[in-house]
């Protein structure tokens, strides 16, 4: 499996984990998409390779998504901040 094509399927089980929505490849084409056209919100830079964006999942919910610019890829869906901050209030980050 080439690196992309693991991105993409990283992509889609987080997104089905922490969104409850299923992707296609197609879904993870048109969500790149989005940031390539700048109809994305750019968030933060991380390296120089990967950015933080925030993106219109198909359902119409906002998430923030990091980007591959090198494959053109989404890597992963983060989880939302209020998942992030019920996590950390009931202990479940270590």
């Not at 950015?51 to 989880?79: F, S």
């Amino acid at each position: 499996m080439t690196k992309a094509k693991a991105e993409i399927r990283h992509t889609k089980r987080r997104c089905q984990e922490r969104y409850g929505i299923k992707l296609s490849k197609e879904d993870c084409t048109k969500l790149a998409e989005q940031i390539r056209l700048n109809k994305a919100i750019f968030l933060e830079r991380q390296s120089n390779r990967v950015t933080i964006w925030e993106i219109t999942l198909p359902d119409g919910q906002k998430a923030r998504a990091a980007y591959d610019k090198h494959r053109k890829n989404i890597i992963t869906v983060l989880p939302s901040k209020d998942s992030w901050s019920q996590r950390v209030l009931y202990g479940s980050v270590q």
